[in-house]
């Protein structure tokens, strides 16, 4: 097997991986879901709110897991998932360095090496992805496909990837790449907490 086999097999476990990590979180999102609106009625999966200017999320925009309706249970509740684990895979993706060393589809940590994100890409990327404004939202449908937040700082992107396909992933993947990153590496910001403790 020569090396470019061997890159086409490690992209292919990768997508396999992404896919069934992504898979693993929407199906226990939609039992907490159910569970929710068991208990609130009211309630509503995947409510998007605008934060305060000062807030460090991208655009001041987030997507709560579950908001309660009115009354003394009334507020924002968020799934606490569990987290498929698996052996750290290395690649190329592109002309980058690729590395998933874990991956939390509700708490993604992507460091790269470049100096600063292209901001009008971004900016595109989290329009279509965030949806603000649910212009893509199929009202009949239980998901919305849309990611719940970002946040954006020198040489990192934390990103809540929410109930989107992880075409949303791959793409961020590659405005990275096409942007000249060399190196990315894939984890989760909670997985780096506790390594660090």
């Not at 199906?27 to 305060?52: C, D, T």
């Not at 909670?190 to 390594?195: E, L």
Request: glycine share 10%; proline share 4%; net charge negative.
């Amino acid at each position: 097997m020569d090396a470019e086999d061997r890159a086409g097999e490690a992209q292919s476990a990768a997508r396999v991986l992404v896919a069934g990590v992504r898979d693993h979180y929407v199906a226990q999102f939609r039992g907490f879901v159910a569970r929710e609106l068991e208990a609130s009625p009211g309630g509503a999966s995947e409510l998007k709110i605008k934060l305060k200017d000062d807030g460090e999320l991208f655009n001041q925009l987030y997507c709560v897991d579950f908001y309660r309706g009115s009354g003394g249970a009334a507020g924002g509740s968020e799934l606490e998932p569990t987290h498929l684990t698996f052996p750290a895979l290395k690649g190329k993706f592109g002309q980058a360095a690729l590395s998933l060393v874990d991956l939390r589809w509700s708490d993604v940590l992507i460091r790269h090496d470049l100096a600063q994100v292209p901001a009008d890409a971004m900016l595109e990327w989290f329009r279509w992805w965030f949806d603000p404004a649910n212009a893509r939202r199929d009202p009949a449908a239980e998901l919305s496909g849309n990611i719940h937040s970002m946040l954006v700082q020198p040489g990192a992107i934390f990103v809540d990837f929410g109930t989107t396909d992880p075409g949303a992933f791959w793409s961020l993947l590659e405005l990275l790449e096409a942007a000249g990153a060399s190196n990315i590496v894939v984890g989760s910001s909670k997985a780096a907490v506790a390594g660090a403790a």
